[in-house]
Protein backbone atom coordinates (compact mmCIF):
# COMPACT_ATOMS: atom_id res chain seq x y z
CA UNK A 1 0.00 0.00 0.00
CA UNK A 2 2.40 2.29 0.64
CA UNK A 3 4.65 1.37 -2.29
CA UNK A 4 0.92 2.52 -4.03
CA UNK A 5 1.25 5.94 -2.53
CA UNK A 6 4.51 6.83 -3.15
CA UNK A 7 3.60 5.50 -6.93
CA UNK A 8 0.92 7.70 -6.89
CA UNK A 9 2.82 10.78 -5.74
CA UNK A 10 5.86 10.28 -7.89
CA UNK A 11 4.66 9.33 -11.02
CA UNK A 12 3.81 12.46 -13.02
CA UNK A 13 6.43 14.64 -11.52
CA UNK A 14 8.76 16.69 -13.68
CA UNK A 15 12.55 17.09 -13.88
CA UNK A 16 12.58 20.06 -12.24
CA UNK A 17 9.84 18.84 -9.38
CA UNK A 18 12.54 16.04 -8.98
CA UNK A 19 15.14 18.33 -8.50
CA UNK A 20 13.75 20.96 -6.25
CA UNK A 21 11.62 17.70 -4.15
CA UNK A 22 15.53 16.37 -3.25
CA UNK A 23 14.48 13.17 -5.44
CA UNK A 24 17.09 13.78 -8.10
CA UNK A 25 19.74 11.21 -6.17
CA UNK A 26 17.15 8.56 -5.82
CA UNK A 27 15.69 9.08 -9.07
CA UNK A 28 19.27 8.96 -11.04
CA UNK A 29 19.25 4.80 -9.38
CA UNK A 30 15.75 4.02 -9.52
CA UNK A 31 13.66 6.57 -11.92
CA UNK A 32 10.58 6.46 -10.08
CA UNK A 33 10.16 2.80 -9.48
CA UNK A 34 9.91 1.62 -5.30
CA UNK A 35 12.94 0.98 -3.83
CA UNK A 36 12.14 0.03 -0.14
CA UNK A 37 14.17 2.04 1.97
CA UNK A 38 14.09 4.27 5.33
CA UNK A 39 13.08 7.69 5.38
CA UNK A 40 16.93 8.37 6.01
CA UNK A 41 17.87 6.60 2.86
CA UNK A 42 19.37 3.02 4.37
CA UNK A 43 17.92 0.43 2.07
CA UNK A 44 15.93 -2.21 3.42
CA UNK A 45 17.49 -5.81 3.82
CA UNK A 46 17.21 -8.86 5.73
CA UNK A 47 18.66 -7.19 8.64
CA UNK A 48 15.57 -5.88 9.33
CA UNK A 49 14.23 -9.45 10.36
CA UNK A 50 15.13 -10.42 13.90
CA UNK A 51 14.84 -13.80 14.95
CA UNK A 52 16.07 -16.46 17.70
CA UNK A 53 14.64 -19.33 17.73
CA UNK A 54 13.11 -18.74 21.16
CA UNK A 55 9.17 -18.22 21.36
CA UNK A 56 9.12 -15.79 23.96
CA UNK A 57 11.76 -13.41 22.53
CA UNK A 58 10.65 -13.97 19.22
CA UNK A 59 6.91 -12.93 19.99
CA UNK A 60 8.73 -10.10 21.78
CA UNK A 61 10.50 -8.85 18.59
CA UNK A 62 7.39 -9.27 16.68
CA UNK A 63 5.27 -7.07 19.04
CA UNK A 64 8.37 -4.32 18.59
CA UNK A 65 8.16 -4.36 14.62
CA UNK A 66 4.75 -3.63 15.14
CA UNK A 67 4.97 -0.48 17.35
CA UNK A 68 7.72 0.94 15.72
CA UNK A 69 5.89 0.52 12.31
CA UNK A 70 2.52 2.20 14.08
CA UNK A 71 5.05 4.89 14.93
CA UNK A 72 5.98 5.24 11.71
CA UNK A 73 2.63 5.58 10.46
CA UNK A 74 1.59 7.97 12.81
CA UNK A 75 4.61 10.21 12.35
CA UNK A 76 3.57 9.88 8.51
CA UNK A 77 0.20 11.37 9.41
CA UNK A 78 2.06 14.45 11.35
CA UNK A 79 3.45 15.30 7.76
CA UNK A 80 0.55 15.19 5.62
CA UNK A 81 -2.89 16.79 4.76
CA UNK A 82 -4.43 14.71 1.74
CA UNK A 83 -7.37 13.09 2.22
CA UNK A 84 -6.34 10.03 -0.05
CA UNK A 85 -3.04 9.31 1.62
CA UNK A 86 -4.40 9.85 5.25
CA UNK A 87 -6.92 6.96 4.84
CA UNK A 88 -4.97 4.04 3.69
CA UNK A 89 -2.19 5.29 6.37
CA UNK A 90 -4.80 5.27 9.18
CA UNK A 91 -5.63 1.82 7.89
CA UNK A 92 -2.26 0.12 8.03
CA UNK A 93 -1.80 2.10 11.27
CA UNK A 94 -4.56 0.28 13.00
CA UNK A 95 -3.58 -2.98 10.86
CA UNK A 96 0.00 -2.41 13.20
CA UNK A 97 -2.19 -2.18 16.39
CA UNK A 98 -4.31 -5.12 15.30
CA UNK A 99 -1.38 -7.52 14.51
CA UNK A 100 0.72 -5.84 18.31
CA UNK A 101 -2.50 -7.59 20.11
CA UNK A 102 -2.72 -10.73 18.18
CA UNK A 103 1.25 -11.21 19.08
CA UNK A 104 0.42 -10.32 22.54
CA UNK A 105 -2.18 -12.94 23.11
CA UNK A 106 -0.12 -15.45 21.38
CA UNK A 107 3.07 -14.27 23.81
CA UNK A 108 0.57 -14.75 26.72
CA UNK A 109 -0.52 -18.36 25.47
CA UNK A 110 3.14 -18.85 24.98
CA UNK A 111 3.56 -18.00 28.56
CA UNK A 112 1.05 -20.07 30.39
CA UNK A 113 2.64 -23.03 29.00
CA UNK A 114 5.80 -22.27 30.41
CA UNK A 115 7.30 -23.33 33.55
CA UNK A 116 6.49 -20.73 36.06
CA UNK A 117 9.86 -21.23 37.39
CA UNK A 118 11.85 -20.71 34.33
CA UNK A 119 9.83 -17.88 33.05
CA UNK A 120 12.37 -16.02 31.40
CA UNK A 121 15.69 -18.23 31.59
CA UNK A 122 16.33 -21.50 30.42
CA UNK A 123 12.97 -23.65 29.71
CA UNK A 124 12.87 -27.54 30.02
CA UNK A 125 9.50 -27.59 28.48
CA UNK A 126 10.93 -26.14 25.13
CA UNK A 127 14.84 -27.17 25.20
CA UNK A 128 14.57 -30.68 26.79
CA UNK A 129 12.72 -33.62 24.18
CA UNK A 130 10.64 -36.19 25.41
CA UNK A 131 12.02 -39.32 26.59
CA UNK A 132 10.92 -42.33 25.17
CA UNK A 133 9.14 -43.45 27.98
CA UNK A 134 6.74 -40.69 28.21
CA UNK A 135 6.05 -40.29 24.53
CA UNK A 136 2.39 -41.28 25.13
CA UNK A 137 2.18 -38.80 27.86
CA UNK A 138 3.83 -36.10 26.55
CA UNK A 139 1.83 -32.75 27.44
CA UNK A 140 3.33 -31.16 24.27
Not at 50 to 76: C, H, W
Request: charged share 25%; glycine share 4%.
Amino acid sequence: MVSTIVHQLTRNLSMEEIEKSGFANYYVDHTVGIWPQAAGGIPFNACEFQSKGDPITDLFEDMAAEQKARVTYDNILRLIDDPDIIEPIKFLRAREIVHFQRFGEVLRTVQEELDSKNFYAFNPSFDMPCKASCKDNCNR
